[in-house]
């Protein structure tokens, strides 16, 4: 089964923005506008910040943008707050019928 | 909406347990569900997924033929069996609902989790 590939650990400034990415290949990220982020603090459950590869749920903060290029979808935080500080897992669709995860990334707010 | 996952503890390796989820304000036999755990210090892992009624499920290589996942709409309640249950399978296993068609969507609401902590 396919495997998400996301950097283990970004950090910012409060203000800055940063980028996460998740690299998959043409069987699933590449394949499919069907990407999703997730956001994680310890000992919560998980929140969807970005779905479809760009979009974002009601409720969701502008400050998070979605995009894709190819076989890399990319979460984009800008503006970074002392909340944003979380983990952050990517997700896609397979054909296969199943959704794995990304390895997850650690962001530090500095 | 609320989902409510159940059945998790101390088990010895090798023996077997069913995790239940019952869902709650919302028309559950309408939606996908899922099944998704994190082991300690670990990420995220997707494990399986039931169509609405029942009619599909898919699973990850790594658990497929020891874990099983199916519902009984009417109780509005999702399961997950696990069969010969190993130390790596310790996690917080969460269910989630997943809203949209056939494939797109996400998941949009998730339990708190149960911890499943297999130890002799």
């Known amino acids: 089964q396919s495997a998400l590939t996301q950097p283990a650990s970004v950090s910012g400034s409060p203000g800055q923005s940063i980028t996460i990415s998740c690299t998959g290949t043409?069987?699933?990220?590449?394949?499919?506008?069907?990407v999703s982020w997730y956001q994680k603090h310890p000992g919560k459950a998980p929140k969807v910040m970005i779905y479809?590869?760009?979009k974002r749920p009601s409720g969701v903060s502008n400050r998070f943008s979605g995009s894709r290029s190819g076989n890399t979808a990319f979460l984009t935080i800008f503006g970074l707050q002392a909340e944003d500080e979380a983990d952050y897992y990517c997700?896609?669709?397979?054909?296969?019928?199943?959704?794995?995860f990304g390895g997850g990334t650690k962001l530090t707010v500095l | 909406v609320q989902l409510v996952e159940s059945g998790g503890g101390v088990v010895q390796p090798g023996t077997s347990l069913r995790l239940s989820c019952v869902a709650s304000?919302?028309?559950?036999?309408?939606?996908?569900m899922h099944w998704v755990r994190q082991g300690p210090g670990k990420g995220l892992e997707w494990l399986t997924v039931?169509?609405?009624?029942?009619?599909?499920?898919y699973y990850i290589d790594s658990v497929r033929g020891r874990f099983t996942i199916s519902r009984d709409n009417s109780k509005n309640t999702l399961y997950l069996h696990i069969n010969s249950l190993r130390a790596e399978d310790t996690a917080v296993y969460y269910c989630?609902?997943?809203?949209?068609?056939?494939?797109?969507?996400?998941?949009?609401?998730w339990g708190q989790g149960t911890l499943v902590t297999v130890s002799s």
């Open positions: 989630a609902r997943f809203v949209g068609g056939d494939p797109s969507g996400y998941f949009d609401y």
């Open positions: 304000g919302f028309s559950f036999s309408g939606y996908g």
């Open positions: 039931i169509w609405y009624d029942g009619s599909k499920t």
């Open positions: 043409s069987s699933d990220v590449g394949s499919y506008n069907l």
């Open positions: 479809e590869d760009s």
């Open positions: 997700c896609s669709y397979v054909a296969t019928g199943t959704w794995p």
